[in-house]
């Protein structure tokens, strides 16, 4: 059965740090690349960060360039989001995604987790 399951998520104040992860199960993780998606209330699901299948390339919205850095260990088919100086609109679910390509859009992604909680407070 293929599987993500994303962990880390929480309540923090505006400033702190998260660490996400997603552990994949049953798919060929290496040739995956892989995405962090996140939806607030009442709003559409958007890109934030993308990593390619050797994890070179990364790519992110402009929303999070410089505070939110996505990493990948193949040997252990897990992806990582680490979030930095978070401000209250980051407040979403956050899901991780795979995807058969390097890519933003979230047509590409067919894989989904079913998403973890990061909260926000000023």
């Known amino acids: 059965q293929v599987q993500l399951v994303e962990s880390g998520g929480g309540s923090v104040q505006a400033g702190g740090s998260l660490t996400l992860s997603c552990g994949a199960s049953?798919?060929?993780?290496?040739?995956?690349?892989m995405g962090w998606f996140r939806q607030a209330p009442g709003k559409d699901r958007e890109f934030v960060a993308a990593?390619?299948?050797?994890?070179?390339?990364?790519n992110y919205a402009n929303s999070v360039k410089g505070r939110f850095a996505i990493s990948r260990d193949n040997a252990k088919n897990t992806v990582y989001l680490q979030t930095n100086s978070l401000e209250p609109g980051d407040t979403a679910v956050y899901y991780c995604?795979?995807?058969?390509?390097?890519?933003?859009?979230?047509?590409?992604?067919?894989?989904w987790g079913q998403g973890t909680q990061v909260t926000v407070s000023s």
């Open positions: 049953g798919l060929a993780f290496s040739f995956h690349a």
């Open positions: 990593i390619d299948r050797s994890g070179i390339r990364t």
């Open positions: 995604a795979a995807a058969g390509r390097f890519a933003t859009g979230i047509n590409e992604y067919v894989i």
